[in-house]
């Protein structure tokens, strides 16, 4: 009964391993580090360093460790970086993803929770936005999900793989209880950006954007508490062992805060005015992305426990002075 988790000394892949061994599950991660850092798992999940595009090492594991779920995180997750590298990002996130299910059809593993993105919807033109748009993804990175996605949906019919994919909105924060975050160096993402800036470690940071058709002008994004994430996951993993279907399920919490909403509430919260550059669009930035989040909760009986801009960016800040003080990223 032990759960596979590829990608967890990644960011959102460590929370999930702590939701896991949290609620009693034994848990063996494959990460190849690359981004993820080994001193972000605890000494109770046993961390295999290796790569999940290898078939015959994801065979051996799942033997050895006797595998009866897989939850699929580990990917490469910068939208213009795979503008610039698709083809980087396609044997990232699709080939190996592939090696990955051949993995586990070979091994009869019957269950498998991907993660997915909003980005398979590119710009949708309905908002909130449903599961059952079509999908229409604008970045490589969009592309490389979607072609997983679909994989999973025909290797289901084909080979009775049940799985749940599970289609993130913004994810931010980081573990209410300060074990684990987001330690990606160089990050882009916007509460980490800003928690930065309010630390110091940024001597400023930019808006990408003020003249979008929203209420102030910038972007708006729904985001979603990591660790709500994570529960999200276990839930879809008892969903799956109580012989629930295959389902596609938006994360987020179904409202959108602006750029520059965010922004203030960084600044609230940390008790730091600093400062901020208005500054021209980022391409490829869709003006809002918000999710009809209805599904996951009727399907899956998920609640969210941390749907509160404040307490995630607090949670951002505590973990960004963690890094500092450790100085371990
Ligand atoms: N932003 C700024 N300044 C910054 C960083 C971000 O203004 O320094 C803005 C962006 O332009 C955007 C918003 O803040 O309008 C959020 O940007 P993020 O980079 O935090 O997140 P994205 O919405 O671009 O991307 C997220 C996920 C992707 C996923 C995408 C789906 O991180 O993995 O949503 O839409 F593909």
Known sequence: MTVLVT??????GSHMVLALLDAGEKVVVVDNLSTGFWWALPPEATLVTGDCGD???MKRVIAEHGVTAIAHFAAKIVVPESVADPLGYYLANTVKS?????????SGVKHFIFSSTAAVYGEPATMPVPEDLPLDPVSPYGRSKLMTEWMLQDAGKAHGLNYVVLRYFNVAGADPQGRTGQSTPNATHLIKVAAQAALGDRPKMQVFGTDFATPDGSCLRDYIQVSDLADAHLKALSYLRAGGASTVLNCGYGRGYSVLEV???VKRVSGVDFP?????RRAGDPAAIIAKADRVRTELGWEPRYDDLDQIVGQALRWERFLKTKNVA
Not at 98 to 105: F, G, K, N
Not at 276 to 280: D, L, T
Request: aromatic share 4%; charged share 15%; proline share 4%.
């Open 7 to 12: 990608g967890g000394a990644g960011y959102i």
């Open 55 to 57: 078939e015959a090492l």
């Open 98 to 106: 592939r090696a990955l299910i051949a993995a586990a059809v070979a």
């Open 263 to 265: 922004i203030e509430v």
């Open 276 to 280: 901020v550059e208005m500054a021209p």
